[in-house]
């Protein structure tokens, strides 16, 4: 008779049910039995920043798909496996007999190069290995094939590429039925676990995370594979008002997209950064991340909710157009994955990423001679400590900078305007840090951290690729006024300025002395005084700017290519 199907569902970047062709793919083969694992790889939880809101927002992800699994059969769940994929899965494929590992392809970063390791394992231990696309509208690995081999560095080339491929397929059915799950106990004693940490990806500078607790057994400290509880992760509450899974994902899709106008409407440098409660974006961004949201769902809802809408007409005001819509934002996530897909390991770093502009940042890293031992220290401006930590605590002086920053710090989440403010602010616009600490911070402090979209996007607003008008800068008081005169977004996250009128609430060091005591705040005493002068360093930065444009001073392994920069 035939062998068993014994499949191992390997959940990483689709914790969802809905729309999942890789977990379809999975339920073809109808197994007799499925292993749902989550395998907790140590190079997340240490090698990362991961702050405590990311942290929760994954918990409740992982809770969400569990419930719904033993929703569709008591007998199931989702089980949550401590340890390196690559040390603690070939043991499962042994003590659980496994016939087929089954995922969906993630082709971003280490997760790229973990799956051809584990791919090598299964294969040597004689088992099958299905991978699936299913995070991307697009098979990634077919658009940069399309141009050409290169990462796509424009909407105009990721457009030309595409225009190639298959349309994105419509989302599948979530499934009705589950398989239950296997015997999970073992022969032997459970593994310990020696966690190598592969150190080349590592956005934490060699330093460990911080002291998780609940990684130092395999199955979880009740033995059953449970989704840990946050305070079993030695972690405090999370600060964010943002629940995770794909319950709330679909939840949020459903409420945007019954507003028929608004998704016919939607036109991203409209949308107002200043809005939080509820904010003018669909902030699904973090839904996406975790995959508890499919991608072709919410483009093929967006779709069909433009195509039924009848507000258009003669004399109406008609669907906004690419890339301002809704679409277009979904294809700006496309663009950065094929060319980080393209640029490969190097793309979050400015070290050897042949798609970044080298840049004589004040702040920046330093590589040894073999190239991975990173040394941050200030380079230049001996200022630029003090306001990159400034800047992270929301504590720079400037309002608009420091609500940004603390709503960040507190939700997880900011509108992309705010990040561009940000960004702007601590690289090109002001303070001539390099963008890697700036992503740092945001892999820190976002729930949506994507190693694509994350430095993609950096490299964007610090003009070091994608993007090359440096000298558009985003003002610290015009830019926020153009949205919001009266500062909401200020009085929520810097309360201490909550009772300024509005002229000043942009600039409260500008109130005069009278004004500052009636709003209960006297500037560089209850809030700072602005950290730096914004016009002279605008100034400061932008010919600096001009001159590495100028030089064009960058290898194509991203170094120096002579003593000169940090002279300039
Ligand atoms: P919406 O406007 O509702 O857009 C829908 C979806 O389109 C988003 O959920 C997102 O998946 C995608 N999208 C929209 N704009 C972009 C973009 N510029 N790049 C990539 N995808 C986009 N986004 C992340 O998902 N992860 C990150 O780590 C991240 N880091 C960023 C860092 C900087 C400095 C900047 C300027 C932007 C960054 N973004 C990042 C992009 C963007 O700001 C967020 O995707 C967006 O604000 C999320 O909110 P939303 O879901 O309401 O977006």
């Not at 100034?539 to 590495?548: G, I, P, S, Y």
């Amino acid at each position: 008779s035939e062998p068993a199907v014994r499949v191992l569902y390997w959940f990483r970047t689709d914790l969802r049910l809905h729309s999942s062709p890789a977990l379809h793919a999975a339920l073809a083969l109808q197994p007799e039995v499925i292993f749902p694992v989550w395998t907790w790889d140590p190079n997340y939880v240490f090698a990362h920043r991961v702050g405590v809101n990311r942290f929760g927002f994954l918990l409740e992800c992982m809770q969400d798909l569990s419930a719904s699994l033993t929703a569709l059969n008591p007998n199931t769940k989702l089980l949550v496996v401590r340890g390196a994929p690559q040390t603690v899965l070939p043991r499962l494929f042994q003590e659980w007999r496994i016939s087929h590992i089954v995922y969906e392809i993630d082709r971003a970063g280490y997760g790229a190069r973990r799956d051809l390791q584990v791919s090598a394992l299964a294969s040597q231990a004689g088992i099958k290995v299905i991978s699936v696309v299913g995070n991307t509208l697009y098979d990634l690995k077919e658009v940069v094939e399309l141009n050409g081999g290169k990462a796509t560095l424009s909407l105009a080339s990721w457009h030309a590429a595409v225009k190639k491929c298959p349309q994105p397929a419509r989302p599948l059915p979530a499934p009705t039925t589950f398989p239950p799950l296997g015997d999970t106990s073992f022969s032997q004693a459970y593994p310990s676990l020696d966690v190598p940490i592969d150190y080349s990806t590592d956005l934490n500078n060699g330093i460990r995370n911080r002291e998780v607790t609940c990684f130092d057994t395999f199955s979880g400290p009740k033995g059953d594979f449970g989704v840990p509880a946050i305070d079993e992760l030695g972690l405090s509450r999370p600060t964010t008002s943002i629940r995770g899974g794909e319950s709330e994902a679909l939840r949020r899709l459903a409420v945007f997209c019954a507003d028929k106008d608004r998704v016919a409407h939607f036109s991203k440098p409209q949308t107002s950064p200043a809005e939080f409660d509820p904010p003018e974006t669909t902030l699904l961004s973090p839904f996406l991340k975790f995959g508890c949201l499919s991608v072709h769902e919410f483009f093929w809802r967006v779709r069909d909710t433009v195509a039924s809408w009848e507000g258009g007409g003669p004399g109406k005001k008609p669907a906004t157009k690419e890339p301002e819509n809704l679409q277009g934002q979904l294809h700006f996530r496309e663009m950065y994955n094929a060319a980080e897909y393209a640029e490969g390991i190097h793309f979050g770093r400015i070290y050897k990423n042949s798609v970044c502009r080298f840049i004589d940042w004040d702040l920046r890293d330093e590589f040894g001679q073999d190239g991975a031992k990173i040394i941050p220290r200030p380079l230049g401006d001996p200022r630029a400590e003090e306001w990159f930590l400034a800047w992270k605590e929301g504590r720079t002086g400037f309002p608009w900078i420091d609500a940004i920053m603390r709503q960040l710090r507190q939700e997880g989440w900011i509108h992309h305007l705010a990040r561009h403010s940000v960004a702007c602010f601590l690289t090109r616009g002001q303070c001539y840090i390099s963008w890697e600490r700036g992503a740092e911070v945001f892999d820190e402090y976002l729930l949506d951290w994507d190693p694509c979209a994350n430095p993609g996007n950096w490299m964007w607003l610090s003009a070091s690729a994608f993007y090359h008008m440096y000298y558009r800068v985003y003002g610290v008081q015009s830019f926020p006024k153009k949205y919001d005169k009266t500062g909401k977004l200020v009085r929520k996250f810097c309360p201490e300025l909550s009772k300024f009128p509005d002229q000043f609430i942009y600039a409260p060091h500008l109130a005069p002395l009278e004004v500052q005591l009636s709003a209960g705040c006297v500037i560089g005493q209850d809030y700072p005084m602005p950290m730096l002068d914004d016009v002279a360093e605008k100034k400061r930065c932008m010919t600096r700017l001009k001159v590495a444009y100028a030089l064009g001073l960058y290898g194509s392994d991203g170094a120096v290519l002579d003593g000169t920069a940090d002279s300039l």
